[in-house]
């Protein structure tokens, strides 16, 4: 990696991502610090009483170690992006996604089966209405498995699908379901 670029490290937490961006020769150690205190934070900043993750631990660190691996070129500029293991005192965090999943899957793997995990993103395609209000794209009518213009006249979906095939993202296809919103 070139130090001269800056490189995010993300840690997929529950709902929400936490980041930083490192430069130079804090990206080649592929480690960042994060308070504690972050993951129980809500939207709303509202801090959740979830044992060991607030004041009753005294918001020490957790240590983000990179997946170098998972590096892909980001959205942005110069940004290498990145996913990160969740190390508390050393120990994986009980709260890190990554962690989890490991933990499900082994049942499965213990019995000599790969388990095969995906995402799918799923929305609603918007547009300012005569009121001012949001209202679902206005198109002749719901498309089962609709694509293109027909279903996407701003070209939003593609614009997605373009920037997450740049990042390197394997995309197998995107369609309209029944909605008329895409």
Request: include cysteine; charge should be negative.
């Amino acid at each position: 990696m070139d130090p001269s670029q800056r490189s995010r490290g993300w840690g997929i937490l529950g709902p929400l991502e936490r980041g930083k961006y490192l430069f130079g020769d804090w990206a080649s150690t592929g480690m960042a610090a994060f308070c504690i205190g972050v993951y129980p934070l809500t939207h709303d900043k509202e801090i959740l009483a979830i044992p060991r993750t607030q004041f009753d631990v005294g918001l020490h660190d957790v240590e983000a170690m990179l997946d170098r691996e998972s590096l892909r070129e980001g959205w942005e500029p110069n940004t290498l992006v990145g996913i990160a293991d969740v190390e508390l005192h050393g120990e994986p965090a009980p709260w890190d996604t990554r962690n989890a999943l490991r933990e499900a899957c082994r049942p499965w793997k213990d019995m000599g089966l790969e388990p095969q995990v995906a995402f799918e993103l799923e929305f609603y395609l918007l547009e300012p209405g005569d009121d001012g209000d949001w209202q679902p794209v206005s198109i002749p009518g719901h498309r089962v498995y609709g694509t293109g213009m027909a279903v996407d006249p701003s070209g939003t979906i593609d614009d997605v699908v373009n920037a997450a095939l740049t990042c390197g993202f394997p995309v197998e296809s995107w369609c309209s379901e029944y909605d008329n919103a895409a």
